[in-house]
């Protein structure tokens, strides 16, 4: 199984960036995702790693380290609309995601 | 329809009655899943399918049963509600390949009383 670990919460300021970590334990991997989903909304999908190194697209970038079990999605620029949770999810041999609980942010005018 | 939906968008029902929750997508996705997201937990995986006649069991299945007759349904049954099922539950599919990310319907919000 997969043992996922991020962030609660944080909060940051309008225009800062903010980094959310997250680190997982597993038996099999296939890939790395990341996610955001508004309150009361479904999860949208953000970026994927599959390879170690960083993947940017436009305001987000995300990171990853096989080797160390990590990956971080970086927020720059931030927006009122970013107040959101993001989650991190592995994917196994199997092709099936496991989350983690999701960090929620708040950014703060 | 685009993408995918799901009904009904909420329900409140009695512990002890039998429930289906629907799940249709337009993208010819080889796979399908259904999730529930309780608070503090996250999404958790209840049971998936690869591909049309095919069903496995995710991380929570006991309670629920899944079948997929043809590529574009997936429907979720609690054959006997109980109010710890209570959650909001996510269909989601995928094209199966390498890159291919999971897209979300919109999701249903079950209350068992």
């Known amino acids: 199984g997969q043992n996922i670990d991020q962030p609660t919460e944080m909060t940051a300021t309008e225009g800062a960036i903010v980094q959310i970590n997250c680190t997982y334990q597993?038996?099999?991997?296939?890939?790395l995702f990341w996610y955001q989903q508004h309150a009361g909304e479904a999860p949208t999908f953000l970026s994927y790693?599959?390879?170690?190194g960083l993947e940017e697209k436009g305001r987000f970038s995300s990171f990853l380290s096989r080797s160390k079990g990590y990956s971080y999605l970086l927020l720059k620029e931030l927006q009122m609309k970013d107040s959101a949770s993001y989650l991190c999810?592995?994917?196994?041999?199997?092709?099936?995601?496991?989350f983690g609980a999701g960090t929620t942010v708040t950014v703060r005018a | 329809i685009a993408g995918i939906t799901q009904a009904p968008t909420s329900q409140i029902l009695a512990a002890g009655r039998r429930m289906t929750l629907r799940c249709t997508q337009d993208m010819r996705h080889n796979a399908m899943y259904w999730y529930r997201q309780d608070l503090g937990l996250g999404l958790r995986l209840i049971h998936y399918?690869?591909?049309?006649?095919?069903?496995g069991k995710g991380e929570v299945p006991d309670g629920y049963s899944v079948s997929r007759a043809n590529t574009d349904d997936f429907p979720l049954t609690l054959a006997s509600a109980v109010p710890s099922q209570t959650s909001v539950y996510f269909c989601?599919?995928?094209?199966?390949?390498?890159?291919?990310?999971?897209?979300f319907g919109p999701g249903t919000r079950l209350t068992v009383l």
């Open positions: 597993t038996s099999g991997f296939n890939g």
């Open positions: 989601a599919s995928s094209d199966g390949t390498s890159g291919g990310e999971q897209f």
């Open positions: 999810a592995v994917r196994d041999g199997d092709y099936k995601l496991s």
């Open positions: 790693n599959v390879l170690d």
């Open positions: 399918s690869n591909t049309a006649g095919t069903t």
